[in-house]
């Protein structure tokens, strides 16, 4: 086996979410060593100026290749919207964000063509989604939220909480009016609230998990690219952060459903 396929898939995030992403990547993959980082001196990005991402993301990037990652992930939905094209210029890599993979599940899902999304400021202002939507299907109709509640709710732990269930209602009302039969969740937090939607929507709405879409095209582009690690040997997954790594370990159990072991600080950009 080519030494290259044991080398890391490159996972970077603005802070926690994206943790949502490697365990569906564990759940897939289980013989891909990963490095994970998290950007959590400077969360959240979905709040910040186009500009400012795309100077972030630069310096994510160069971190993971920093680790000799054989591939990078965006798990960031605001990054995948903004600035994938900056992570495809600097690596010379296969290189894959969670909006395509998301829209195309979508599309593959939706029965009446009447498809929402949900996410940050950020996601939902740069109609990435809704453009890959109608660019995969011209009759799709598109209904989008930002839901900027929601990530602090998710990282209080507040996933069953009456108010988050409230909340969702307020912001999803509108698109349960426009008839909607399939849900972009548009954001690595909101997978941990699948059970308070799906009550929510009572049951009606698939909801598309972009984290699981992406590590199916994951999977398929490491066939593509004959990168995949076939090594027996217990994988390797390592976690770097920007700040805090305490509280990234404590709610990250929550996102990954299983311990994280050593999380470390590293410094990047200037």
Known sequence: MDASNQKPIGVFDS?????????ALLERLPNENIVYFGDTAR???????????????????????SKDVKMIVVACNTV???ALDVVQKRANLPVTGVIIPGAEAAVKASKSNRIGVIGTVGTINSNAYK???????VQAHVASKACPLL???VEEG???HKSTETIA?????PLLTEKIDTLILGCTHYPLLKNTISKVTKGAVTLIDSGEATAATVESMLDQFHLRNTSQQ???????????PEKFTAVGEIFLGQKLGVVRRVVIGK
């Open 80 to 82: 995948s919207a903004v």
């Open 169 to 173: 209602q307020v912001y999803l009302f």
């Open 158 to 160: 507040w996933m069953d």
């Open 151 to 153: 990530v602090p709710l």
């Open 43 to 65: 969360v959240p990005y979905g709040s910040k100026s186009e500009q400012v991402v795309r100077e972030y993301t630069l310096d994510d990037t160069d971190f993971l290749l």
């Open 15 to 23: 802070g926690i979410g994206g943790l949502t992403v490697v365990r």
């Open 234 to 244: 217990k994988p390797n997954v390592q976690f770097f952060v920007s700040d805090a």
């Open 131 to 137: 453009n890959e939507l109608l660019h995969l299907n």
